[in-house]
């Protein structure tokens, strides 16, 4: 019964609300690893985006694209995990070289 | 344009950037085995392999547009002129990486693994018609970017430049990423090109007038800007370029730069694209931004690498002029063969080439002083012009041509881009009503801001030249400052190739414009 009163705008305060989390964690953060998180939270906001457009807004019938949405949030999911992949590798090397994954200390290469 | 609904059809099509894929695998196969008992067996594969994929790519050019697999890959002049340029600095960093990469780490067959597939990456940039495609290729170049930025894994500067720029760019992406969710909610399909219609149709979003056009088009332009370098999402790029080995480097200042673009036309620079009718305004006024905080930045540095990084933040702003200016047509050849030349995309396309070369060619100058001083500062070059005269008038002619003198590859560059925007400005085909009733002429003080802009420049290009030229060597002993430079095969044979280039492109700048004119873009640019 919830569902159906639930509409698009719903979902697309919900996803602004937490790429809004996101970036916010991403700016306020100092640890490379909580400004992951935050980059992470940005990606889920792009999926629930697809995944509601895909649900209310589906294409006029013809175009046989039913399944853009579905296919992009899945790639984007899978994006995200190449992402943190390479990017806890990338920090790993970081405190092993300099100590430290905090990204104010980490300050050789300035102006 | 043809179109077939079979999910195989156009595979052969797609040649190149398979036999780019299987290359990478190859090449790292080749790294693994091989070792360090023939260490020059993967970069000789790896040029073969480039070499090999150039003609194919060539051959795709045919003046006409196909959208094969269903319609989220397209193969056009427009894609193969990318590819060109994306395979070509691919080779041309081979060359430079080979001796480089083999003097900081022994076992370096993966790391032109790496750079294959970027290459790919580019290529995919290049031909990506479905916003899926464009982000997997954009996240392609940008991952194997991180990675070949901290290649140097035991050096403090290069680990920090790699996660200084994954971590911009993870947030650029995510932004970009946002955006493209949004895009599809708008358009209610992920291709730019429209399936059903017998002509390239510009993702139908003149259906759908939205509120939120503008902001996807916004964010997607701050994953744009960011691969491309533009002020304000250019923090990553001196700290990446500096830590970053030089030869990667030059790829990256290169590669995905000219690739952004190719995405910038496919998505913005299109007719009757309703996606937000005031980007070329929003654009404008980041471009001037670009180019003078750019060759500011530029004045103050000391390192040849961090003076590099703000310049080709400087070159993103002059390409930019030319995006804004799009407006103009295409270049066509007339019925007696002249050539009509005032159309910004075209223009954009003659920068970029002359760019990939005079860039490279001071890359590559760099990195064989950098090899011999052992040192990256600005300062030690300083009495090269005894110490090796043929680096020194190279670098000085890649400087010039930098910096837009004639006749060298970079003055047609900054021309052409220059006079798409004064004949743009004299139609005043982008205006912006201030307050007050104060008309601006937007395109005609972008062309001033670029020319002003290409005075600055000259500036801090032509202190190397003073440097070379009228100051003795410092920090050197006098044995040592007599000690000639002998770069490797690899740099000497791209110096030579890039000298050449930059040479042809501007005493005979014709060749390539009439190659321009003549190929068919995307968008019903006419």
């Given amino acids: ?111 | 344009m043809t179109l077939n609904l079979q999910p195989t059809a156009g595979l052969d099509q797609f040649a190149p950037e398979i036999l780019l894929g299987v290359l990478g695998l190859i090449v790292l196969g080749i790294g693994a085995l091989t070792k360090r008992r023939w260490p020059l067996a993967a970069p000789v594969v790896t040029l073969a392999g480039l070499f090999a994929c150039l003609p194919l790519v060539a051959m795709q050019w045919r003046h006409e547009q196909s959208v094969i697999f269903l319609g989220s890959y397209v193969v056009d002049d427009l894609a193969v002129f990318f590819k060109l340029v994306a395979v070509a600095a691919g080779g041309l960093v081979t060359l430079i990486a080979m001796s480089y990469m083999r003097r900081v780490d022994r076992d370096y067959g993966e790391f032109f693994a790496l750079l294959v597939w970027a290459v790919l990456g580019l290529c995919l940039m290049a031909g990506a018609a479905d916003l899926i495609v464009i982000l997997l290729a954009i996240e392609t170049v940008s991952l194997l970017s991180y990675v070949m930025t901290g290649y140097l894994r035991n050096e403090p500067r290069s680990a920090e430049a790699s996660l200084k720029y994954f971590l911009y760019g993870a947030v650029a992406s995510a932004v970009m990423i946002y955006g493209m969710s949004l895009l599809y909610g708008v358009a209610g399909t992920t291709k730019l090109y429209g399936l059903l219609g017998s002509e390239a149709l510009p993702m139908q979003l003149r259906l759908h007038p939205s509120p939120l056009q503008p902001i996807a088009a916004v964010l997607i332009l701050v994953g744009l800007g960011f691969k491309i370098a533009m002020v304000p999402f250019h923090w990553w790029a001196p700290d990446a370029y500096e830590g970053a080995p030089t030869p990667v480097t030059a790829f990256l200042s290169v590669g995905p730069k000219a690739a952004g673009f190719a995405i910038l036309a496919r998505l913005f620079m299109q007719e009757g694209n309703a996606l937000y009718p005031q980007w070329p305004t929003l654009v404008a006024v980041l471009a001037i931004a670009t180019m003078f905080l750019g060759n500011w930045a530029a004045i103050w540095q000391g390192n040849i690498k961090r003076m590099l990084a703000y310049s080709s933040i400087a070159h993103a702003g002059y390409m930019l002029i030319g995006v804004v200016a799009w407006q103009g047509g295409a270049w066509t050849v007339s019925d007696r063969g002249g050539i009509a030349s005032h159309g910004g995309l075209h223009a954009v396309l003659f920068y970029i080439a002359s760019y990939l070369f005079m860039n490279l060619g001071a890359f590559a100058v760099a990195i064989a002083i950098e090899r011999a001083t052992g040192c990256e500062s600005i300062e030690r070059y300083g009495g090269m012009a005894k110490r090796n005269p043929f680096l020194a008038i190279a670098m000085t002619i890649f400087l010039l041509s930098l910096s837009g003198i004639p006749p060298l590859a970079g003055f047609f560059g900054k021309f052409y881009v220059f006079n798409a925007a004064i004949r743009g400005a004299a139609d005043d085909a982008i205006s912006l009503s201030l307050p007050f009733g104060i008309h601006v002429n937007v395109l005609f003080w972008l062309a001033v801001a670029g020319v002003v802009n290409s005075m600055i420049a000259v500036y801090y290009y032509m202190n190397v030249v003073r440097l070379m030229y009228f100051q003795p060597a410092t920090g050197l002993d006098a044995e040592e400052a007599e000690h000639a430079i002998v770069p490797s095969v690899g740099v000497q044979s791209v110096i030579i190739i890039t000298l050449v280039a930059t040479f042809l492109l501007g005493l005979l700048p014709e060749a390539l414009v009439r190659f321009l004119a003549e190929s068919v873009f995307p968008g019903g640019l006419s």
């Fill in chain 1, 1 to 111: 019964m919830v569902l159906q009163q639930l509409g698009l705008q719903h979902f697309l305060a919900l996803s602004a609300i937490l790429f809004s989390v996101g970036l916010f964690g991403v700016i306020s953060r100092r640890n490379s690893i909580a400004i992951l998180l935050g980059v992470e939270l940005m990606l889920n906001a792009a999926n629930i985006n697809l995944i509601a457009f895909q649900r209310y807004l589906a294409p006029p019938a013809g175009l046989n694209l039913v399944l853009d949405g579905q296919i992009f949030a899945l790639i984007v999911i899978t994006l995200a995990a190449c992402e943190a992949a390479v990017g806890l590798a990338i920090i790993l090397n970081v405190y092993r070289v300099l100590r430290t994954t905090t990204a104010d200390e980490v300050s050789l290469l300035k102006w």
